[in-house]
C-alpha cells in the first residue's frame, strides 16, 4: 500500500541553525501539507502546496518557514533560524482523495 | 470557534467492548475523517464520510455523521488491547484546500 515517508524520524538542533525536513508524498497525490504538533497539543496546519506554490498557510508559517518541491518525488521544509518553540512533531500529508499522513519527525530544539 | 472537538477527552473499557467517541465541529464541511494516533506516533487514516453520508462502516469501525447537529461520531465495536490509542475528528470547510482542523482528540484505553 502506498505510503508517505518522513526522514529523519528524529533530528536534534540547536537554536539558530536551519533544519530541512523531508517527506515523499504519495506518488499520485497533487496536493501535499505540512502540519506540527507540539506535545500534548492538536496539530496544528502549517502550510499546503499544489501545482508548485504555496496555496495556503497559517500564521505559524512566518518567513522562517520555506516548502519547496526540488524534484519529482520530494517535499521538503525548512526552518532557517529555529527557536526552543519550534521543538514539536511536524508531519507531512498529502491528498488524493482522502489525506494521508507520514510518520513525522520529532524536531528537537535545543 | 473551536473546529472538531472530540469527546470524551478521555475512555477506558474492557476488550471486547464496544467504544464510541464523539466530534462535533462548528462550520459546514466537506467530509470529516478520523485519525488514530499511537502515542508519539503518525496519524494513521481511518475513515472518510462525506457532507452527504449518514453512516459508513470499515471493518469494526462505524461512523456516523448528523450535519444538522454538526456532529459525528466513532464506534469501535469489539475492541482490542490494539485499540489503545488517541482518536481524532479533522474536517475540512468548503474551499479550504481541504486544510485539516483537528481536535484534541480522545484517548481510548483498552485493558486486557
Known amino acids: 500500500e502506498p505510503e508517505v515517508t518522513q526522514t529523519p524520524s528524529h533530528q536534534v538542533t540547536q537554536m539558530g541553525q536551519e533544519v530541512i525536513l523531508r517527506c515523499v508524498p504519495i506518488s499520485n497525490h497533487l496536493y501535499f501539507y505540512w502540519y506540527r504538533q507540539i506535545l500534548g497539543q492538536k496539530v496544528e496546519f502549517l502550510v499546503s502546496f499544489y501545482n508548485n506554490e504555496i496555496s495556503e498557510k497559517s500564521e505559524i508559517f512566518d518567513d522562517q518557514f520555506s516548502v519547496e518541491r526540488p524534484d519529482g518525488s520530494n517535499f521538503t521544509l525548512k526552518i532557517r533560524s529555529t527557536k526552543l518553540e519550534d521543538s514539536a512533531m511536524y508531519f507531512c500529508?498529502?491528498?488524493?482523495?482522502?489525506?494521508?499522513f507520514g510518520p513525522g519527525t520529532r524536531l528537537t530544539v535545543t | 470557534s473551536q473546529q472538531g472537538e472530540e469527546d470524551p477527552q478521555a475512555l477506558s473499557i474492557q476488550e471486547g467492548e464496544n467504544a464510541t467517541m464523539n466530534c462535533s465541529y462548528k462550520?459546514?464541511?466537506?467530509?470529516l475523517q478520523w485519525y488514530r494516533q499511537n502515542s508519539g506516533r503518525g496519524l494513521v487514516h481511518l475513515i472518510l464520510i462525506r457532507s452527504n453520508e449518514r453512516e459508513k462502516h470499515s471493518g469494526r469501525l462505524r461512523v456516523t455523521l448528523d450535519t444538522s447537529k454538526k456532529s459525528s461520531s466513532l464506534l469501535i465495536t469489539a475492541s482490542r488491547a490494539a485499540d489503545t490509542a488517541s482518536y481524532f475528528c479533522a474536517t475540512a470547510p468548503p474551499g479550504s484546500n481541504y486544510k485539516l482542523t483537528f481536535g484534541k482528540g480522545t484517548l481510548l484505553t483498552v485493558n486486557p
Open positions: 500529508a498529502s491528498r488524493g482523495f482522502e489525506q494521508y
Open positions: 462550520t459546514s464541511i466537506n467530509n
